[in-house]
């Protein structure tokens, strides 16, 4: 039978963590037809204001077929809009329409009212220490694999 310690597991704790993040912002979203992964497209769009599919698929960490299904979804409901690039015709650019403006506002409200959530009852220091921890994280696992420690033999005389 399998075991694990998932308990003592970091990345155990930070997947469930993100997942209940995940859950609480689908239920905010979904009186406006929008989905955590599209609330993500609107967020990067928003940020840099358009992006080609490669770009985006990038930034949100996810492979290039699973982006084209949301983003097909997002074009037959209005949100988005893809152009042919004028320096590479092969590339399309994702800019959201005008569609999303009225609503954005509303989509970010319900984005803070999840943020207020996750974080209530926990000091700014400790969000703040928090914070330090997982970027931490993220750079010691940005910077490769440790070596495994070797087992010397002892030195001859």
Known sequence: MLTHDFESSIGYWIH????????????E??????????W?????????????????????HIEAPT?????????RDGWIQRHPSVTDRRKKLIRPTPRVQPVWEQILEGARRV???ATRNVASAELQHMRDLLLQIQNNLQNGPVPPLSVSSPEPE
């Open 16 to 27: 469930m963590t993100a997942r209940a993040f995940e859950r609480a912002l689908n239920e």
């Open 29 to 38: 979203l979904a009186p406006h037809g929008i989905t955590y992964r599209q």
């Open 40 to 60: 993500q497209v609107l967020g990067w769009l928003a940020l840099e204001r358009e992006l080609t599919q490669s770009q985006l698929a990038e930034r949100m």
């Open 115 to 117: 943020r207020d959530r």
């Open 67 to 75: 982006l084209v299904r949301i983003l097909d979804r997002m074009e």
